[in-house]
């Protein structure tokens, strides 16, 4: 598990090769950002902590998985070398450009890309189930709806059933590009943190995706950015944060198909995992 309190700011982050890729700006138990003035692109990148290899004195050193994503390469297993993709960088972004210019004006041709959006059961005229209290082992009560999220983690800490179990947000899905968590999600996490605060023995990780738009790498940190978004959401509202991991899914184990917008949004999504109970 990273130990963020050995990581401070300003220390090189390096690949297996000894390339660097900027200096840290913060970190934290599930990753460290890479200061904005010290990447190639003058951008903040999140780095999560499954793709750091070791802290050393001076340095941060990321493992060989990080490195297969830095290059657009999948991890070699033998057969042919791999390709060096650095030579035809240059004709592979302009290649990316035309890509996503063409993208754009698709989309404003058949219309933008759906924002969040209410579940379709709910725009059928079939009424969603009320919310009732719930009693929770810790004394209090929280306003709960069945087929929720929070519903279905408070029934299973509450039963007999073996860990670990993987749980889908049922609502909680991201706009285009973004990790921030939109107002209307907010009380199901509130929720969840009540529920999880009832249940102190419980550990969970919380696995972000993305549709498959963008390049792997890009991907991997909106993802990792998107989990931590939740796993901070759950933090400020008083679980502690050694019982919450956050880690990054890219955009691999999609749910819905890439090629419409309903399904990319869908695809832009969080599950929480039990670990133990």
Do not use: C
């Not at 657009?72 to 791999?82: C, E, K, V």
């Not at 800490?157 to 968590?181: C, M, V, Y």
């Amino acid at each position: 598990m990273l130990q963020p309190h050995v990581i401070r700011p300003g220390m090189p982050v390096l690949t297996p090769d000894g390339q660097r890729i900027g200096n840290v700006d913060e970190s934290d138990r599930f990753g460290l950002k890479l200061a904005k003035d010290s990447t190639p692109d003058g951008e903040h990148h999140y780095v999560a902590a499954d793709l750091i290899d070791r802290v050393e004195a001076d340095s941060v050193r990321l493992n060989q998985r990080a490195l297969d994503i830095l290059h657009g390469r999948r991890p070699h297993r033998g057969g042919a070398a791999p390709i060096d993709l650095r030579k035809w960088l240059p004709w592979i972004l302009a290649g990316l450009l035309a890509l996503i210019l063409l993208v754009v004006l698709l989309q404003d041709r058949d219309g933008a890309e759906p924002a969040a959006t209410v579940p379709a059961a709910s725009q059928t005229g079939v009424a969603e189930p009320a919310a009732a209290p719930v009693a929770l082992p810790n004394g209090k009560t929280v306003e709960l709806a069945p087929n929720t999220l929070s519903y279905d983690v408070q029934a299973y800490l509450a039963s007999q059933e073996a860990a670990p179990k993987t749980f889908s947000f049922d609502r909680l899905n991201f706009d285009t590009g973004r990790f921030d968590i939109r107002d209307d999600d907010e009380n199901e996490l509130e929720n969840l943190a009540r529920v999880l605060n009832a249940y102190p023995n419980a550990r969970v990780r919380v696995v972000g995706y993305t549709d498959a738009s963008g390049g792997e790498l890009p991907n991997q940190r909106l993802a990792y950015a998107r989990a931590r978004s939740v796993a901070r959401a759950l933090t400020g509202e008083g679980v502690d944060e050694d019982r919450i991991e956050a880690v990054s899914g890219g955009e691999s184990n999609p749910v819905a198909s890439n090629q419409t917008g309903q399904g990319r949004f869908e695809n832009r999504r969080t599950e929480l995992i039990v670990l133990s109970r």
